[in-house]
């Protein structure tokens, strides 16, 4: 079950060397996620007040799931989707839903204040960890709330050895080679927003079913995919493995624990000027 690599392991951005959104099926990938974790996310983000009223800013929209349901279920006056590359989000224009394409590590980021500022596996793939979660706190609007949900890795030294931890072990290092993705920091979220100046801050974390014929399961099984290069670089897997691994997740022998969501937030203080 082999696929053309998505990029070399030769550096890059998220994007580019992997995940680039001009590859058939990038969008499908995105929405396997999005239906894994959006219910914890939409629940979360509604229950922390976002509703009729509230502006809103959606890092990192990808397909713009979570974007169409604070305007579809939560009633919010609008959201800003801002991404690097528009073409998922434009394909489904939705009033409410304005798009901005931008990068959100430039320094003149800047794109207004907002009730809610909302990014998610976004900051995992970034350096400057603390510099962005400070300039992103800065765009809340007094009162208002920020919150990040990024992957928390499970697969620890005890572990079970099973094709799945195996590919996972393989992806997570690969990408980190290829991209500079880093999960190891996300638990530090909590600190992080409190540094940032910010209130009420709390974190929790959600780990969906793995299950055979899953969202979930053709998430990480596209993942691989097209990560496959940067996986295979990392002398830890070879194009066997990795079909071992897609085979695996598609069985009954599947068991096994897949990549947490860790959301943490925090709000600004509401006597805080602008």
């Known amino acids: 079950m082999s696929a053309a690599p998505d990029g070399d392991a030769d550096g890059g951005r998220y994007g580019e060397a992997v995940f680039r959104p001009d590859r058939t099926g990038e969008g499908a990938r995105i929405d396997h996620g999005a239906l894994a974790y959006d219910d914890i ?23 713009g799931t979570v974007a169409r349901r604070l305007l579809d279920e939560a009633g919010v006056a609008s959201v ?28 003149d980021f800047a794109p207004g204040r907002f009730h809610l500022v909302h990014a998610r596996f976004v900051l ?19 009162g208002g709330v920020l919150v990040l949900g990024d992957a928390v890795d499970l697969t ?16 997570w290092q690969g990408l980190r080679a290829t991209i ?9 979220y909590p600190h992080l927003l409190r540094g940032a100046g910010l209130e009420a801050v709390a974190a929790e974390i959600h780990v969906p ?15 691989w995919e097209r990560s496959r290069a ?23 022998e599947c068991a096994d624990l897949s990549a947490g969501l860790l959301t943490a937030w925090g709000r600004r203080p509401p006597e805080t000027p602008r």
């Open 230 to 252: 940067a996986m295979t670089a990392t002398g830890l897997v070879d194009d066997e493995a990795v079909d071992r691994a897609i085979r695996y997740l598609d069985s009954d």
């Open 180 to 188: 500079g993705t880093d999960v190891s920091w996300v638990p530090s």
């Open 156 to 171: 620890g030294d005890r572990t079970p050895a099973t094709p799945y931890t195996t590919a996972m072990r393989a992806m």
């Open 80 to 107: 800003l989707a801002v991404d690097r590359d528009l073409r998922f989000l434009a394909e489904r224009p939705t009033a409410g839903l304005d798009l901005l394409e931008a990068d959100v590590t430039a320094p």
């Open 209 to 223: 079913p793995l299950l055979p014929g899953s969202p979930l399961g053709r998430f990480w099984a596209d993942t």
């Open 124 to 142: 995992m793939h970034l350096p400057e960890h603390e510099r962005l979660v400070t300039a992103l706190a800065e765009l809340l609007e007094p």
């Open 41 to 63: 996310t939409v629940h979360r983000l509604r229950a922390l007040g976002a509703g009729p009223g509230w502006r809103c800013l959606d890092v990192g929209a990808g397909t």
